[in-house]
């Protein structure tokens, strides 16, 4: 049966609401910039670290978190990818070759982030 993985924290996430999409609710992580600090090698922190870089590399919000940025989903995505290969079961040589070459696609396709629900990884998942 595969992996199956639950998001059960939406705290720090961003989302449009209403039918028009210009009601944007957000957490504004400027705030609380220990969310930051975490320790160099940590997946978690080194995310939140390249999601912030990313963030204020884009302009024109009134609060950069409040901007849709996909590239932030590739970070995420890539960051699930490195806690199942790093963290959870052990992987045939296969598998661990195709979560390395996922994570390889997600940080070089960020700017096209919503493609990689569709990579070659899930192939057969959403039939």
């Known amino acids: 049966c595969g992996v199956v993985v639950a998001l059960i924290d939406f705290t720090l996430s961003r989302l449009a609401k209403g039918s028009d999409s210009t009601n944007v609710v957000f957490c504004d992580l400027s705030a609380d910039p220990e969310i930051f600090n975490g320790p160099e090698g940590d997946l978690q922190a080194d995310a939140y670290r390249r999601m912030r870089d990313t963030v204020f590399q884009q302009n024109g919000a009134s609060s950069p978190w409040e901007r849709h ?3 932030t989903n590739a ?3 890539e960051y699930l990818a ?3 290969l790093h963290h959870k079961g052990k992987w045939k040589a296969a598998e661990k070759e195709a979560l390395e070459g996922f ?3 997600a940080r070089e396709e960020g700017e096209c982030a919503e493609s990689l629900v569709w990579d ?3 192939a057969g998942s959403w039939e």
């Open 103 to 105: 994570m390889r696609r």
């Open 82 to 84: 490195g806690i199942m």
């Open 69 to 71: 940025v996909p590239q």
């Open 75 to 77: 970070i995420w995505l």
């Open 120 to 122: 070659q990884l899930f």
